[in-house]
C-alpha cells in the first residue's frame, strides 16, 4: 500500500505563490503517474497536473498553464505543485492522487488508486 499526505495549503493573496508537498511513503514507483486533483465547494474533481514518474513528463490543466509547475524530487518520495500567480478561482482543496501510468488528459478520479486527505488553497481577491 502507497500512503499518500499532502501540505502546504493555505491563504494568500491573489498573485500570490504556494508550494504544495505530496510525500509518498514507503516509495513512488517508477511506473507512477501522481496527479494533483482539486475541487472547489458545488464543483466536480478536476485533474490540475500530472507527473509521470519514471519519464519525468508533465501534464497541465488549460486553466494552470504557464503558472503552476509539477515536479519530484525521487529521494524524498515527494511530489511538488509550485502554485504562481494564484487566482480566487484556484480556490479549492487539492488532493494528491496515484495510479499506473498516466492517462491523457488526467483520466476519472475513481481511476487512481491511492489519494491523500488534501489540502486547502483559499486565495482572495
Known amino acids: 500500500q502507497v500512503r499518500l499526505v499532502e501540505s502546504g495549503g493555505g491563504s494568500v493573496q491573489a498573485g500570490g505563490s504556494l508550494r504544495l508537498s505530496c510525500s509518498a511513503s514507503?516509495?513512488?514507483?517508477?511506473?507512477?503517474?501522481m496527479t494533483w486533483f482539486r475541487q472547489a465547494p458545488g464543483k466536480g474533481r478536476e485533474g490540475v497536473a500530472a507527473i509521470y514518474i519514471g519519464g519525468g513528463s508533465t501534464y497541465y490543466a488549460d486553466s494552470v498553464k504557464g503558472r503552476f509547475t509539477i515536479s519530484q524530487d525521487n529521494a524524498k518520495n515527494t511530489v511538488y505543485l509550485q502554485m504562481n500567480s494564484l487566482k480566487p478561482e484556484d480556490t479549492a482543496m487539492y488532493y494528491c492522487?496515484?495510479?499506473?501510468?498516466?492517462?491523457?488528459?488526467?483520466?476519472?478520479?475513481?481511476?487512481?488508486?491511492?489519494w491523500g486527505q488534501g489540502t486547502h488553497v483559499t486565495v482572495s481577491s
Open positions: 514507503p516509495y513512488i514507483h517508477s511506473s507512477n503517474c
Open positions: 492522487a496515484a495510479r499506473y501510468l498516466c492517462p491523457h488528459p488526467f483520466g476519472a478520479s475513481w481511476e487512481y488508486n491511492y
